[in-house]
């Protein structure tokens, strides 16, 4: 299994490389990493020690960043290096202030000793998921503390299977699992593995921080005014074809659209799917710049965000929320939403996810699979001050896990 693990990262690279040539991200992925050990050598003294975090993209870097920056708030001394796996996270936090941030080699045993030994980790924290056979097998071996916070796992995955045995070996090297709900604490049980406590998900303490402190965005206020708002966040191309049909049958509404990617190809078709208009955020703030007096001119009932990093306190201005992603491989954050009070709405794939699945029971959320469907949830939800109210306590009640993990890793 080993020598096939080793051929799988070897065909990945090589895949990676080809894409390299003609996708962005991929090309990304293969330059951040061609000089990464330079990069190290020049800003990490590999003589003194460091906190790790680890993240495979964006998302999970903002569900362990509450406890990053609780360890830098209680040993502001301490230096911390913070890796990504995905261009996706890398690329908008690699200027992060409290830590240095580099892409993560991919996992080989020569990159696993040599990075190990370039930043030495004192501890190494890896945030969900992503288990590597070489990097946690090179931290058991030097003796490095390895936590996995806001783990959650599921029975179809190898670890459980009856051929899992090399999968469930990579799982014995951590020191100890953070996880966020009975099952996956029953499932690590299952294989033998007793080291293991359930704290919840992190990212109720960080979308909760940023919903009681959030950034006051003027232009978004300009844009609104007093009209309703339906926050659209992290979309993608099945979710707009179907929320195309709202703005026209709610004309007194005002509809923000945050797609999960900003491509030009991307943005375009969006405007296309709205024949009512719609106006850029590009465009919008830069008018405004230059004549405050073109706000008429600009009015528009749809708002198209075509920059990265503002979809979290768009939230604040909003009524109700569209997820996207639920047509593909999954949603995306629900919770950053409902910190805010905002009743969800998102596709049908949202199994993998327990907060989606507990905003529905609790009447705070609707799973829509058709037109219709959106139609009907978004009527039941943008007069429904009660959902609102569940949503916003949901989020407050759940908060916690940070502390808790806090205080058992610097015991």
Same mark, same amino acid.
Not at 347 to 353: A, L, R, T
């Given at each position: ?27 990304? *992925? ?39 920056? %609780? ?33 993560? &080699? ?6 696993? %000793? ?11 924290? *890896? ?76 990212? *109720? ?24 708002? $339906? ?43 709205? &024949? ?34 503002? $979809? ?14 639920? *047509? ?84």
């Amino acid at each position: 299994m080993l020598l096939l693990y080793i051929l799988g990262i070897q065909v990945y690279a090589f895949i990676i490389r080809i894409f390299s040539l003609f996708n962005l991200k991929a090309k990304l *992925f293969i330059r951040g990493r061609k000089n990464v050990y330079q990069q190290i050598a020049e800003r990490i003294d590999a003589n003194q020690k460091h906190i790790w975090f680890h993240f495979a993209s964006l998302g999970e870097f903002e569900q362990g960043r509450p406890v990053l920056e %609780k360890l830098k708030e209680k040993y502001p001394s301490k230096k911390i290096v913070v890796t990504f796996f995905s261009p996706s996270g890398y690329e908008i936090r690699k200027n992060y202030a409290l830590a240095d941030v580099f892409y993560l &080699p991919l996992d080989t045993k020569h990159h696993a %000793k040599s990075f190990i030994e370039a930043i030495n980790p004192e501890m190494a924290i *890896f945030t969900k998921y992503e288990f590597w056979h070489f990097y946690f097998k090179e931290l058991h071996l030097r003796s490095i503390p390895l936590y996995v916070i806001s783990g959650i796992f599921r029975p179809n995955q190898a670890f459980f299977k009856w051929y899992g045995g090399f999968y469930r070996k990579i799982l014995s090297a951590a020191t100890y699992f953070f996880v966020q709900n009975e099952e996956s604490k029953n499932l690590l049980k299952s294989i033998g593995l007793e080291n293991v406590t359930i704290n919840g998900d992190t990212r *109720f303490d960080r979308v909760f921080e940023n919903a009681k402190a959030p950034k006051r965005l003027d232009l978004i206020e300009k844009f609104i005014g007093d009209s309703p708002t $339906l926050i659209c966040g992290s979309t993608w191309p099945e979710d707009e074809r179907l929320l195309s049909g709202l703005p026209e049958k709610y004309p007194n509404w005002k509809f923000i659209i945050a797609p999960h990617e900003i491509h030009e190809s991307h943005i375009e078709s969006i405007e296309k799917q709205f &024949p009512i208009g719609s106006v850029r955020f590009s465009v919008f703030s830069t008018k405004l710049a230059t004549d405050s007096s073109q706000i008429s001119s600009l009015e528009s009932q749809i708002l198209i965000i075509d920059n990265i990093g503002m $979809l979290s306190a768009l939230y604040q201005y909003g009524k109700v929320a569209y997820i996207g992603g639920g *047509f593909g491989a999954g949603i995306h954050n629900t919770l950053e939403a409902a910190a805010f009070g905002l009743p969800v709405i998102f596709g049908p794939k949202y199994d993998k996810f327990q907060e989606a699945k507990d905003l529905i029971t609790l009447g705070a959320a609707k799973s829509i699979s058709t037109a219709e469907e959106l139609m009907s949830a978004f009527d039941d939800f943008k007069e429904n001050t009660e959902a609102a109210i569940i949503a916003k306590q949901y989020v407050e009640d759940k908060k916690g896990a940070t502390d808790q993990i806090i205080s058992m890793i610097t015991k």
